[in-house]
């Protein structure tokens, strides 16, 4: 195997820095959970999409570069390096648009992903309901066919950027005496439509970050169905698979957080506990492990492979590790770390606490770790079914 970066893939990396290094915004924007925020990152994101950035692997037709997933891969190692503000719209980018690559219609194809490339369109993600969570199965919203409608009902929860995004992509029980997995159709819902109800959460933090979303005889034209009626479920897993393995969480994150963590150990290590070395060592050496599975899957990926449920161990992986890191960093600032950085005794925390509150759901997004293990048991281990 050879670890080394073509040429082209290097001057690929000399023109990101670059242009990142140029247009990156030199003050933080408002949090994405804000509307003033959301709006704020959607403008970074036409920018980005203006340089050819938004999305490097997609066709240039589709608002990409062309380029293939090494190429992201190494874009995301800059991203992170440059500091540039978060994804507001990684439930377009990074979910929806590349299942919408592999089941969506030509038509389809050139409706939505344009408009997501260049973030004119932001999306939220409609799985979850007040019953139905990590048995998805359950989900009871419907969707009945009328002429070239469906008719929507139901209640979608816990819609992140739901409050702000302009679209939803949802699941929807279409075979009304179907049970469980079948009988369920991928649909996707403009948020403007009539008869939708958004309904802000606030969350830990106090900002609006999720929404419940009320369906009531929402019609939503049939073209808008992706994938076959009543196999909506083989195409959520197939979106999962890019958000559990691959896209949502890129190592770069991760690597950026652990030369963070070691810059902090060295700061501070006159008050740290020295056992804490190898911790913060083990937490790098586990970013860079990640980084190169990574590289490994996008391999596979590039040879014709299918992520499968191998992105179950991705999940577990990089959500722990997001804690450990966390932990690690409040342990070396020891009381400071409960402090906000405007604080006069704050003296750098930076943004270690919030970091650690957000690291805190990642075992739950993207399906709880529980789950995941359930399905390493069963898919990978061949386990008999709990
Ligand atoms: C930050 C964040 C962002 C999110 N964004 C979105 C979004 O954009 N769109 C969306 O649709 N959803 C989103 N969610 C919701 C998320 O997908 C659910 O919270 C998650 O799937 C768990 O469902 P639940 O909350 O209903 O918990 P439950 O399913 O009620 O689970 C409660 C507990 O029981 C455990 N459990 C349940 N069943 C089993 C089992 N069979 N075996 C072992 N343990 C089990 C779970 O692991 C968990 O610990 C988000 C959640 C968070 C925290």
Redesign the pocket.
Known sequence: MDLNYTPEQEAFRKEARAWLEANVPKEKLPSFDTKEGFEAHREWEKKLHAGGFAMVPWPVEYGGRGANLLEWLIFEEEYYRAGAPGRVNQ?GIFLLGPTIMEVGTPEQKARFLPKMASSEEVW?????????????AAIQATAVRDGDHYICNGQ???????SYADWLF?MFRTDPESERHRGLTFILVPLDAKGVTVRPID?LDGEA??AEVFLDDVRVPVENQLGETNKGWSVAMATAGFERGLMLRSPARFQETARRLIALYRENQQGADPALRDVVVRCWADAEAYALETYRTVSRLLGGAKIGPEASLNKIFWSELDLRMHETALQILEERAELLPEAPAARGVGSWLDGYL?AL???????????Q??IIAERILGLPR?
């Open positions: 439930n939220a993600q409609g799985w979850s309901e007040p019953n139905a969570g990590s048995d998805m979608k929860t816990w819609a992140s950027r739901g949802g969350q970050g999720f957000f759901s990642g075992p739950i997004y993207a399906g709880t770790n529980e789950i293990r359930n709990a």
